[in-house]
Protein backbone atom coordinates (compact mmCIF):
# COMPACT_ATOMS: atom_id res chain seq x y z
CA UNK A 1 0.00 0.00 0.00
CA UNK A 2 1.23 3.50 -0.79
CA UNK A 3 0.43 6.51 1.36
CA UNK A 4 1.32 9.82 0.37
CA UNK A 5 0.47 13.16 1.72
CA UNK A 6 0.50 16.47 -0.61
CA UNK A 7 2.93 17.98 2.70
CA UNK A 8 5.19 14.98 1.95
CA UNK A 9 6.10 16.35 -1.39
CA UNK A 10 6.76 19.80 -0.77
CA UNK A 11 10.14 21.15 -1.20
CA UNK A 12 11.40 17.73 -2.74
CA UNK A 13 12.59 17.09 -5.95
CA UNK A 14 8.50 15.46 -6.80
CA UNK A 15 7.30 19.75 -6.68
CA UNK A 16 8.66 20.24 -10.03
CA UNK A 17 8.09 23.75 -10.62
CA UNK A 18 7.35 24.50 -14.40
CA UNK A 19 7.19 28.34 -14.44
CA UNK A 20 3.41 28.47 -15.67
CA UNK A 21 2.24 25.25 -13.00
CA UNK A 22 3.86 23.50 -10.64
CA UNK A 23 3.29 19.49 -10.73
CA UNK A 24 3.43 17.32 -6.90
CA UNK A 25 3.60 13.71 -8.21
CA UNK A 26 2.40 11.58 -5.96
CA UNK A 27 2.94 8.12 -7.85
CA UNK A 28 5.47 7.84 -10.61
CA UNK A 29 6.85 4.73 -12.27
CA UNK A 30 9.02 3.73 -9.70
CA UNK A 31 5.52 3.12 -8.16
CA UNK A 32 4.98 -0.04 -10.65
CA UNK A 33 1.10 1.20 -10.61
CA UNK A 34 1.03 1.07 -14.66
CA UNK A 35 0.21 5.30 -14.59
CA UNK A 36 1.20 8.71 -12.46
CA UNK A 37 -0.86 10.68 -10.39
CA UNK A 38 -0.20 14.52 -10.26
CA UNK A 39 -2.00 17.75 -8.25
CA UNK A 40 -1.19 20.09 -10.44
CA UNK A 41 -1.16 24.14 -10.02
CA UNK A 42 -1.99 26.01 -13.00
CA UNK A 43 -1.13 29.44 -12.50
CA UNK A 44 -3.73 32.27 -12.90
CA UNK A 45 -3.00 34.21 -16.13
CA UNK A 46 -0.78 32.08 -17.91
CA UNK A 47 -0.63 30.19 -21.12
CA UNK A 48 1.28 26.59 -22.04
CA UNK A 49 1.34 25.22 -24.86
CA UNK A 50 1.44 21.59 -24.90
CA UNK A 51 1.52 18.35 -27.16
CA UNK A 52 1.68 14.83 -24.93
CA UNK A 53 3.00 13.25 -28.29
CA UNK A 54 4.28 10.18 -25.95
CA UNK A 55 1.41 9.99 -23.25
CA UNK A 56 -2.44 10.34 -22.87
CA UNK A 57 -3.36 12.36 -19.97
CA UNK A 58 -6.84 12.73 -18.09
CA UNK A 59 -7.44 15.97 -16.04
CA UNK A 60 -9.97 16.86 -13.25
CA UNK A 61 -10.42 20.01 -11.97
CA UNK A 62 -10.88 20.61 -8.51
CA UNK A 63 -10.16 24.11 -7.85
CA UNK A 64 -10.20 27.53 -10.06
CA UNK A 65 -10.61 28.72 -13.34
CA UNK A 66 -9.30 28.77 -16.99
CA UNK A 67 -9.48 26.78 -20.52
CA UNK A 68 -8.17 24.60 -22.73
CA UNK A 69 -7.76 25.08 -26.51
CA UNK A 70 -7.35 22.56 -28.97
CA UNK A 71 -5.37 23.46 -31.54
CA UNK A 72 -6.39 20.63 -33.97
CA UNK A 73 -10.13 22.17 -33.89
CA UNK A 74 -9.72 25.61 -32.48
CA UNK A 75 -12.18 24.21 -30.04
CA UNK A 76 -12.02 26.56 -26.57
CA UNK A 77 -13.18 24.57 -23.38
CA UNK A 78 -13.85 26.48 -20.36
CA UNK A 79 -12.36 25.06 -17.07
CA UNK A 80 -13.61 25.30 -13.81
CA UNK A 81 -13.88 22.82 -10.70
CA UNK A 82 -15.76 19.25 -11.68
CA UNK A 83 -14.39 19.50 -15.64
CA UNK A 84 -12.37 16.70 -16.56
CA UNK A 85 -10.61 16.33 -19.84
CA UNK A 86 -8.82 13.80 -21.47
CA UNK A 87 -6.36 14.01 -23.99
CA UNK A 88 -7.20 10.66 -25.90
CA UNK A 89 -5.67 11.77 -29.08
CA UNK A 90 -2.51 13.27 -28.60
CA UNK A 91 -3.78 16.87 -29.11
CA UNK A 92 -1.59 19.63 -29.26
CA UNK A 93 -3.49 22.21 -26.95
CA UNK A 94 -3.17 25.48 -25.03
CA UNK A 95 -4.12 25.56 -21.60
CA UNK A 96 -4.61 28.85 -19.98
CA UNK A 97 -5.10 29.90 -16.27
CA UNK A 98 -7.76 32.26 -15.79
CA UNK A 99 -8.52 34.50 -13.00
CA UNK A 100 -7.59 32.33 -10.17
CA UNK A 101 -4.82 29.50 -10.14
CA UNK A 102 -6.59 26.07 -11.26
CA UNK A 103 -5.70 22.98 -9.13
CA UNK A 104 -6.03 19.54 -11.37
CA UNK A 105 -5.84 15.88 -10.51
CA UNK A 106 -3.91 14.54 -13.87
CA UNK A 107 -3.39 10.70 -14.38
CA UNK A 108 -0.46 10.06 -17.08
CA UNK A 109 -0.31 6.95 -19.17
CA UNK A 110 2.81 5.80 -19.21
CA UNK A 111 3.76 6.82 -16.12
CA UNK A 112 6.12 9.63 -15.79
CA UNK A 113 9.27 8.97 -13.57
CA UNK A 114 9.10 12.08 -11.91
CA UNK A 115 11.93 14.19 -13.81
CA UNK A 116 10.12 15.01 -16.85
CA UNK A 117 9.51 18.66 -18.29
CA UNK A 118 8.20 20.35 -21.54
CA UNK A 119 10.62 20.56 -24.12
CA UNK A 120 10.55 23.34 -26.65
CA UNK A 121 7.83 21.35 -28.36
CA UNK A 122 5.81 21.27 -25.09
CA UNK A 123 6.44 17.02 -25.06
CA UNK A 124 7.59 15.15 -22.36
CA UNK A 125 9.99 12.80 -23.33
CA UNK A 126 9.54 9.44 -22.42
CA UNK A 127 11.79 8.16 -20.15
CA UNK A 128 12.29 4.34 -18.97
CA UNK A 129 14.42 4.99 -15.95
CA UNK A 130 13.67 6.51 -12.84
Partial sequence: MIVKKLSDLTGTDAAVDGGNWVSRRFLLRKDGMGFSMHDTIIRAGT???I????HLEAVYCVEGDGEIEDL???IVHPISDGTL??????????LRGGSRDMRMV???????TGRE???ENGVYPVLTED
Wanted: with cysteine; aromatic share 14%.
Fill in 117 to 119: VHD
Fill in 51 to 54: HYAN
Fill in 72 to 74: ETG
Fill in 106 to 112: CVFTPPL
Fill in 47 to 49: ETY
Fill in 85 to 94: YALNGHERHK
